[in-house]
Every structure is written in structure tokens, then in C-alpha cells.
């Protein structure tokens, strides 16, 4: 099974949409493996946005992501990254999709309310960035057999 990081952004948190963006993701079916409450770091934000350093828009996207609390969680799912990136939609809220969490919630460029790892090689570091091996579970949920077709002995 694939695993993923998403941040809930300082906006979800103050505008009040942590439930209602983590119940779409367990009503989804993906399973929550790690989850905390943390504001990050300046030099975390710096490491982790190091890829749109130089951007225009870089210096107040770290400012934005420090400004105040996030929530991180990792998600395990069947094609997960794809899957949850879907669900977040477009980057800026104005163009997102209606039915996407930024499409329903934001009409903002940087104010998006959410990230997600966007490839295996960037969820494996940003997993680790934000969780240390303990912070992550393993566990079978009961409803499992409903919500993958287990009969060949693979979830499908
Ligand atoms: P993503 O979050 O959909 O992967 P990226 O292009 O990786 O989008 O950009 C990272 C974050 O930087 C976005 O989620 C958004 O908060 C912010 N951002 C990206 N482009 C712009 C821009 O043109 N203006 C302001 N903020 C931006
Ligand atoms: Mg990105």
C-alpha cells in the first residue's frame, strides 16, 4: 500500500474545515496512519517548499505555512498520492473543480487549505520529515475486506 503526506494548512485550521477535510478522506476509504497537531518550523518550511525557492511567491508561502498551526497526517490507500491529489484539486482555489477540497472551500492562490505529496520519491521524504517511525501505525481495520476486494489476497 502507498503512502502519502498532507499538511492541512494554517487556513483549515483557523476557518474551522479540519473535520469536514479529514471526514472526506476517511469516507474515501483511506486509511489515516499518522496524525498530529504541530506548528512547523521556518527551517522546515524552508526544506520542504526548497523546490519554488527563488519564486515570487516563496518568501510568503513559508511566512503563510509557520504563521500558525497545521495538521499533518499520512495517508495509506491504494494509489493514494494520485487518489488524494485528486481530491485536493487544482492548486489555486479559483480554478479547482467543484467537488475538490480546494474547489469547495477557497477561491485563493496561496491560501489553498491543503497539501499532498505529489510522487513516491517526495512522499517518502516528506513522510519522513514529519514523522518519525513510531508516530506511524500499522493496523488492519475491520472494515477492511469492504472497502478492497480482498479475494485474490491482494487488496483490489
Ligand atoms: P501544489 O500545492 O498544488 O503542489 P505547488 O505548485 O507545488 O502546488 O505550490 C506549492 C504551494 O505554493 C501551493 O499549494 C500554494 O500554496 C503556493 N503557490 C503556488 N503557486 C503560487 C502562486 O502563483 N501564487 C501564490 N502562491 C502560490
Ligand atoms: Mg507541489
Redo the contacts with the bound molecule.
Keep these: 500500500m502507498d503512502r502519502t503526506l498532507i499538511i492541512l494548512?494554517p487556513d483549515s485550521v483557523e476557518r474551522g474545515l479540519i473535520g469536514n477535510i479529514i471526514s472526506r478522506f476517511e469516507q474515501k476509504g483511506l486509511k489515516i496512519v499518522g496524525m498530529k497537531f504541530s506548528r512547523i518550523a521556518p527551517a522546515v518550511a524552508h526544506e520542504h517548499?526548497a523546490?519554488?525557492k527563488g519564486?515570487?511567491?516563496y518568501d510568503?508561502?513559508v511566512k503563510?505555512m509557520t504563521s500558525g498551526p497545521v495538521v499533518l497526517l499520512v495517508l495509506e490507500g491504494n494509489n493514494v498520492i494520485d487518489v488524494s491529489r485528486k481530491m485536493?484539486g487544482?492548486?489555486?482555489g479559483y480554478k479547482a473543480e467543484p467537488g475538490t477540497i480546494r474547489g469547495d472551500f477557497g477561491v485563493s492562490?496561496?491560501?489553498?487549505l491543503i497539501?499532498?505529496s505529489?510522487s513516491p520519491e517526495t512522499a517518502k521524504a516528506e513522510v519522513s520529515r514529519f514523522f518519525k517511525a513510531e508516530e506511524l501505525f500499522d493496523f488492519n481495520r475491520a472494515l477492511e475486506p469492504w472497502i478492497y476486494d480482498l479475494s485474490s489476497g491482494n487488496p483490489q
Design positions: 494548512k517548499y523546490m519554488h519564486k515570487p511567491f510568503s508561502l503563510f485536493m487544482a492548486t489555486f492562490s496561496a491560501f489553498n497539501h499532498g505529489d
